[in-house]
C-alpha cells in the first residue's frame, strides 16, 4: 500500500478562513503537577499556543497547552481534567494541533504516521477520546453566528465499560437529507484491542464530499480498519439552511482541515471526567 507521507461531538472556535482561534487553555494544575505530567519526556519541548510548525509540508499550529515537539518529528500530548481550550465546557478535555492547510471539497487529505499511547494513560469516566479529527470551517448563519456540528471524520480511544481498556473506532459524518443542520455521525468500523505502548502505524486517506459521495479509509498496522467509498461524507448544512450567510448568490465556501492530539469528555454535565489522563506520542512518518 502507498500512500504520501502527509500528514464529537463537539465544537470549537471557528474562523472565516476555515482554522481555529487559538484560545488558551484553562488549567488548575499546581508546579508538582506539570512537573509530574512531563517526567519521562527528555529532548521534549512544550509548544506556546500559536505555535506554527509544519508536519509532513502540512502548516499546524498549537492550539492549547501541553502540546510538546520531541527530536524526529515526535509530538507528545498529555491531558487530564481540567486541561481545556478556553471556549471548553468544563467536561471537556483537550491537548491538540490544529491543523491551517485547508482541504477543498473532493480533495484527498492524507495523514500517515505512527502513534503510540501511554499504558499508564487511564480512559475510565470518559465518553470519547479523539486522537485525530477531521472539521469542516464553521458555516456563518445570515445574522453571523456559527453554526457548529460534529467532526466529518473522528479516530477515537473509546474505554471498554467492562475493563476501561481503549479500543479504535472511526466515526463519519455521513448521509444526506436527514437533518435540517448537519448529516448524521455513524461508526464506521472499530477495532477491539488496542496495545498500549506500543507504536502502531496509521495510514488514513479522507475525501470530504460535502455532503456527496467522498471517501473515509483507515488502516492500522497495515490492516485495513474501514475504507468506504460508496458513502457521502462531511457537511451538507450549508445547502440545507435557508438562513445561511451567502456570497454574493452563492453559498459560503468551506474547507475541511486535521487536527491531531487528545480530545476527550462527556457529552453532558458540568464536570470533567476526574480520572482521564491520557498522554500520546504521535511521529510522522519519514519522507
Known sequence: MAH???????SDVPLHNGTKQ????????TKADTKAATAGTIGFQELSIGTAITIAGLKWAAQTQCVQAGPGGTYRFSAKAGERASFDPPRKIRTELVGLTPFAKGQEIRLTGTFNIDPKSVFVGAEWC???????????????????ASPLFSLDLVPDPATGRPYLRVLGETGRGEQKTFSPTRILGTLPQVELGKDHHLDLIVVDGHGDRGRIAVWIDGEVLVDRADIPTGYEYVDLLADAYRVGDRPQPTAAYLKIGIYAGKSTGDVPPEAVNVALTFA????
Open 4 to 10: 504520501s507521507a502527509s500528514l464529537h461531538a463537539g
Open 22 to 29: 487559538l484560545a488558551a487553555t484553562s488549567k488548575s494544575d
Open 130 to 148: 479523539s486522537i485525530v479529527q477531521i472539521h469542516q470551517a464553521d458555516t456563518r448563519r445570515a445574522d453571523g453566528s456559527f453554526v457548529n
Open 284 to 287: 510522522e512518518a519519514p519522507r
